[in-house]
């Protein structure tokens, strides 16, 4: 049983895995809100007029820019010289940048060869861009992070689901509802009654990813299997289905 209920969680992370390796960008602010916030009109305006980036080097005069406020400071800082200790911190230096935030997270990244400025008007592009930046450097963590994150979810309500329609069905021996032995057997049987409902619920995700559809559609499926299986044999015994969870066990 405990290998069934593995082979259909890993079912439901081929979406999971395909959808996070295919991303090419990531929404930074989300995990660094108030870094991002040091991002605002003087700052763009000033980066823009005095700097350019060319193979990875960012050049311009002055060597330094600083822009600070309340929550933390934006600068431009290609003679290296020492930082500030902010806790909301962009730091735009001559080969790399410096993101730091209140929440904790800190990264250095280095630009990429064919990084540029060009196009850069409002907050909302400069954002973008070091969103993209961080994501080229930090694929990896993010495919991993998130990977882990949502397969965390998906075991976690499968496990559930499981545990509690199974004893669901070995409640239906106590009032002569069926002729369910053991909450083995009940186990059994709702993992027989969960594996379409997972298939299904991986075809789904891999043609339109969305967690929330995923186990929407594996719950309600299986709960359509246990029905109909109810319908067709009452549990009993006899019936092959049944005979067949038994074995499993």
């Known amino acids: 049983m405990i290998f069934i209920f593995v082979f259909l969680t890993a079912c439901l992370l081929i979406p999971v895995s395909l959808h996070f390796a295919k991303q090419d960008s990531f929404d ?62 962009l730091v735009l230096g001559k080969n790399s940048m410096e993101l730091r935030d209140s929440s904790g997270y800190a990264f250095t990244v280095k630009y990429t060869d064919d990084a540029s400025l060009e196009g850069i008007t409002s907050p909302t592009d400069m954002q973008a861009w070091i969103s993209g930046q961080w994501y080229v450097q930090n694929k990896a963590f993010v495919f991993l992070t998130m990977s882990a994150m949502l397969g965390s979810v998906l075991f976690a309500s499968s496990l559930m689901l499981t545990l509690f329609a199974a004893l669901f069905i070995w409640f239906t021996k106590r009032n002569q509802m069926s002729e369910i032995g053991s909450y083995k057997e009940a186990l059994s049987l709702t993992l027989l009654a969960l594996g379409l409902p997972t298939l299904f619920a991986t075809v789904i995700g891999l043609i339109y990813f969305d967690v929330t559809v995923m186990m929407a559609v594996q719950s309600l499926g299986m709960v359509l299997m246990i029905a109909f299986t109810f319908i067709k044999t009452r549990f009993r015994q006899t019936d092959d289905i049944l005979e067949l969870g038994g074995r499993a066990g």
């Open 28 to 89: 930074l602010e989300s995990l660094m809100p108030n870094m991002m916030q040091q991002v605002d009109e003087a700052f763009v305006s000033e980066v823009t007029a005095s700097y350019a980036l060319q193979n990875g080097t960012l050049s311009g005069q002055p060597s330094e820019t600083r822009l600070e406020n309340k929550s933390g400071i934006a600068m431009v800082n290609l003679a290296n010289s020492d930082r500030p200790d902010a806790k909301n911190m």
